[in-house]
């Protein structure tokens, strides 16, 4: 069969190779084929969710990737879908390492706190009531299917554990990446991003990804960490500790700033429980201890945290552009 590439793998292994298959193989099969024969090319092929695929012409769904077979005479062609460089097509892929393996933890900590969803009311009093379409950027496991209760959503989220749940909330939701939206331009009337856009290494592109599928006079929102305070200062450092964020809050407000939209803060009053049993996402406690396993790292941040104020200022900034004036 025949395998064409786009992007890097072109580069390293040329723009197509031949593959020889003398019976229907799954797919999975034949790429771990290509990785004995190419060894340099692992990393890239690692993880298939991050490429679009189309198997003789027709493009596959990401979730059914499993299930696929090809056969000998069969055209493949790989494209990437996860936007930016080799840096952050890695951090990327650990970001969706860790909110596969979020997903229990993570609905445990909103059944019991709703924050998630008490930011999502925070970003619905920033858009028009007659909004129909919205676009729901790294939907996690759907908490906006909770508060938006007249327009149609559709989620997208690199994480395709966190999609499984999200798919029984929303309307439709995608496997991919923020970065790169698979939609026309102007297919939606408003875009957001709960708690996700510092999540996105390359959050630039996100947004104005964003911009550029929502209608004209359209909005894109989100919300976005700014830290943890007691009498203003900030008490995750005051322990030793630095919460890691691959887009950082002061390039989310230079990017807001340059498509002049509005950046406002938001507090909430937390516990000391509130903060360790956050952190006890895989996904949160990463940000603290990266590289370390996942046991370990919630282990060691509930204990580090135990030595937090009883009470604190859980501060998030809330961000809204509308598409007017410019184009994308």
């Not at 193989?25 to 890239?44: G, N, S, T, W």
């Not at 939907?139 to 997208?156: K, N």
């Not at 989100?222 to 450092?237: C, D, M, P, R, W």
Request: charged share 30%; proline share 4%; hydrophobic share 40%.
């Amino acid at each position: 069969m025949i395998i064409r590439f786009v992007g890097p793998l072109a580069t390293k292994l040329g723009k197509e190779i031949q593959v020889k298959i003398e019976k229907e193989v799954p797919l999975r099969e034949v790429i771990e084929r290509v990785v004995r024969l190419y060894p340099q090319a692992e990393d890239e092929l690692s993880d298939l969710s991050f490429y679009s695929i189309s198997l003789n012409g027709e493009l596959l769904k990401k979730d059914e990737l499993e299930e696929i077979r090809v056969k000998d005479g069969d055209v493949l062609i790989l494209i990437p879908a996860i936007a930016g460089g080799g840096r952050e097509s890695r951090i990327k892929l650990v970001i969706k390492k860790n909110f596969d393996m979020s997903t229990s933890t993570y609905e445990d900590f909103e059944r019991k706190y709703g924050f998630f969803g008490q930011l999502a009311l925070k970003m619905k009093e920033k858009i028009d009531d007659e909004v129909r379409m919205i676009l729901d950027i790294g939907c996690g496991t759907g908490v906006l299917g909770g508060v938006f209760d007249g327009p149609t959503i559709v989620g997208i989220d690199i994480s395709p554990d966190m999609v499984r749940v999200a798919r029984k909330r929303l309307h439709d939701v995608l496997i991919g990446d923020g970065s790169r939206l698979p939609f026309r331009d102007g297919s939606f009337d408003a875009a957001v991003f709960n708690a996700v856009i510092f999540l996105i290494p390359d959050g630039g592109n996100a947004i104005r990804e964003s911009l550029r599928v929502v209608k004209d006079k359209g909005k894109v929102v989100g919300t976005y960490l700014v830290g943890l305070f007691e009498n203003g200062k900030e008490v995750i450092e005051r322990l030793g500790l630095r919460h890691r964020l691959p887009f950082p809050r002061d390039r989310v407000e230079e990017v807001v700033n340059e498509f002049e939209g509005i950046c406002e803060k938001i507090t909430f009053s937390v516990t000391k429980e509130f903060v360790r049993d956050f952190y006890s996402i895989p996904a949160m406690s990463n940000a603290l201890f990266p590289k370390m396993e996942p046991e370990k790292r919630i282990e060691l941040a509930r204990q580090k945290l135990s030595d937090l104020p009883d009470e604190m200022d859980f501060v998030w900034g809330i961000f809204s552009i509308s598409k007017v004036n410019f184009t994308i």
